[in-house]
């Protein structure tokens, strides 16, 4: 089970922007660079002030707003003929900067391990590379759990939300982050063997 199942739900309530933003000739990979670019300037900014925790509150709220951008995109792509090669790369390659930009930041919280979010960030990244490879080999993209990006952004959602409003994380960050590299290593797994059988099936 993956936050990523609830997505048609949250695609249908979308639908009226995303027919507006069509009808004024806003386009799927537009979309898409914009929410990147915006990831990578908020991850710039809370490195840049890391000692400011309240700024910390804007990871949550970017996250939900980043998860409508990318079901915008995908829905602009899909149902206005606005497919294409080039907004197939970007959409998987602005996905992995855009993580690793807002992982990052987390890095400086008091009592956090930058090699714990590192290797958060490098599972992330091969996570998703496991989910791409399935179409290399019959097989559909792969969006197995248990820990994919939806699930991901609600984790380091939530620890921003608390870390912006002050609660004192020192304790159990590096438990969080262990429990995360876990998971993302079982989702690694979960992706390449359902993506095989799939094949095989």
């Known amino acids: 089970m993956s936050i990523y199942q609830l997505k048609p739900r949250f695609q249908a309530l979308l639908r009226p922007c995303v027919r ?5 000739g806003v386009t799927a990979n537009q979309v898409t660079l914009a929410a990147c670019v915006i990831s990578v300037a908020l991850g710039a900014l809370l490195c840049w002030k890391s000692g400011e925790r309240h700024l910390y509150l804007l990871v949550p709220l970017w996250f939900f707003l980043r998860m409508a951008f990318n079901a915008i995109d995908g829905m602009l792509a899909r149902e206005f003929g606005q497919a294409s090669r080039l907004g197939a790369y970007l959409n998987e390659l602005t996905d992995v900067i855009s993580d690793a930009a807002l992982y990052l930041p987390f890095a400086l919280l008091p009592g956090s391990s930058a090699w714990a979010i590192a290797a958060v960030i ?9 989910g791409v490879l399935g179409a290399t080999v019959g097989a559909s993209r792969r969006y197995d759990g248990p820990m994919g990006k939806s699930d991901r ?8 939300l608390l870390a912006g409003s002050g609660v004192a994380l ?12 876990l998971l993302v290593a079982a989702t690694i797994v979960n992706r390449v063997r359902r993506g095989l059988a799939e094949r095989q099936a």
């Open 170 to 181: 020192n304790g159990v960050l590096n438990w969080v982050w262990m429990a995360v590299a």
């Open 20 to 24: 507006f933003l069509f009808r004024n």
């Open 122 to 130: 490098v599972l992330s990244v091969v996570s998703e590379l496991a």
């Open 153 to 160: 952004a609600f984790v380091f959602g939530l620890i921003g």
